[in-house]
């Protein structure tokens, strides 16, 4: 395969600052390989770093962009896992593979974040993204996409990841259950899919855009609660397990009427996982959990290898994450993209950037 010398890449190169620009194609080390960026999520956390940054930043200009898929194109001395030509899709994290909770299986949070000497790696977070025509990969974070997904639906499958992550870290096994998630947003329906599709009784999903509770009746919530027309979702739990609660409470909303609504409506003895970043301090009654016998979990991104699980269960359709993407747009309109996703232009939930286009 031909592979150019130079390439497009939209790079942050001030606070605040997204420009496209010309730079090298790199060249993958031993164990990595280099793939032909054909889709690229934009996903709240890059706007966040885009404006506020992130620990472990590369000095700007650098490329983000931490959610794609593509073609291998040229593989590194020690990889046989990979071969040019195969579609593949990314996991963010790169564990050090030496500390800790690398060994124990925690890559995403690896003590050694940020850290390259040591070989930790965050695609466009601590290193170059995928928001460009060229992306190197470590093996270990890549996974070859079954034949039923496309690039697009592969470049967001690390939304999956995070679902079925809080899934696993609260010790899984969601039949039968109770389940209510807070937050519409893309991890949110993943979530409430995710959970019915591991035979989960009810879903009750709970949020405040119109549109977005409606995608999540499509996408498998039961019943949904609509906070900004005056429904109560404590009382609508209450209402459907006798007054007793979810078994599984999830705040993908990350707000402290999130997690003070998560305490109210959690059984006694039951688990609320956060997965959302908060914006700022929250103040709650967390004694309603210590006094109530609630497990807290929280968890960060698509660890485990919950990526794997994920493609699995999009390839035999129990998942479908093809109605988050509503918007797409070539690399040279990313700005214009960003400001689709962050004012949720046309209801955008989910944009893509093409670097081929
Ligand atoms: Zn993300
Ligand atoms: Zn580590």
């Known amino acids: 395969m031909e592979i150019p010398k130079k390439m497009q890449a ?6 605040g600052q997204i420009e496209l620009r010309e730079v090298d194609v790199p060249v993958p080390g031993p164990d990595e390989v280099l793939i032909r960026v054909e889709a690229c999520g934009i996903c709240g956390t890059d706007v966040e770093i885009r404006d506020h940054g992130m620990p472990g ?28 030509g195969d579609r593949v899709t990314s996991e963010v994290h790169k564990g050090c593979g030496r500390c800790h909770n690398c060994i124990m299986g925690e890559y995403t949070a690896c003590l050694n974040f940020g850290n390259r000497e040591k070989g930790h790696s965050a695609s466009g977070m601590t290193v170059d993204g995928g928001f460009a025509e060229y992306a190197l990969k470590h093996v270990n974070t890549l996974y070859k996409i079954p034949d039923e997904i496309s690039f697009e639906e592969a470049a967001i499958i690390t939304t999956a990841g995070s679902a079925f992550y809080a899934i696993d870290a609260m010790g899984g096994y969601l039949a039968g259950d109770t389940v209510a998630v807070i937050g519409p947003g893309p991890i949110g329906l993943a979530l409430a899919q995710a959970a019915k599709a591991l035979g989960a009784d ?47 409470v999830f705040d993908a909303a990350g707000v402290s009427n999130s997690l003070e609504d998560a305490l109210n409506i959690v059984r006694p003895g039951g688990a609320i996982v956060l997965v959302a970043f ?59 993209a960003f400001d689709t996703f962050t004012k949720r232009l046309d209801n955008a939930m989910k944009v893509i950037v093409h670097p081929q286009q």
């Open 10 to 15: 939209a790079q942050l190169v001030a606070r």
């Open 57 to 84: 930043e590369p000095p700007m200009p650098f490329t983000m962009g931490h959610e794609y898929a593509g073609v291998v194109v040229q593989v590194g001395s020690t990889v046989d896992e990979f071969k040019v």
């Open 278 to 336: 908060y914006k700022g301090p929250v103040t709650v009654n967390i004694s309603k959990a210590v006094v109530r016998n609630v497990n807290l979990y929280t968890v960060r991104g698509e660890g485990r290898r919950n990526v794997r699980r994920s493609l699995s269960m999009a390839a035999q359709r129990k998942i479908d994450l093809r109605p988050l993407i509503t918007h797409e747009f070539p690399l040279k309109d990313i700005n214009q």
């Open 202 to 248: 009810r879903v009750i999903l709970t949020g405040t855009r119109k549109g977005r509770l409606e995608m999540g009746k499509k996408m498998g919530a039961d019943y949904t609660v609509n906070i900004r027309d005056g429904e109560d979702p404590v009382q609508v739990v209450k209402e459907l397990t006798n007054g007793v609660g979810a078994d599984v």
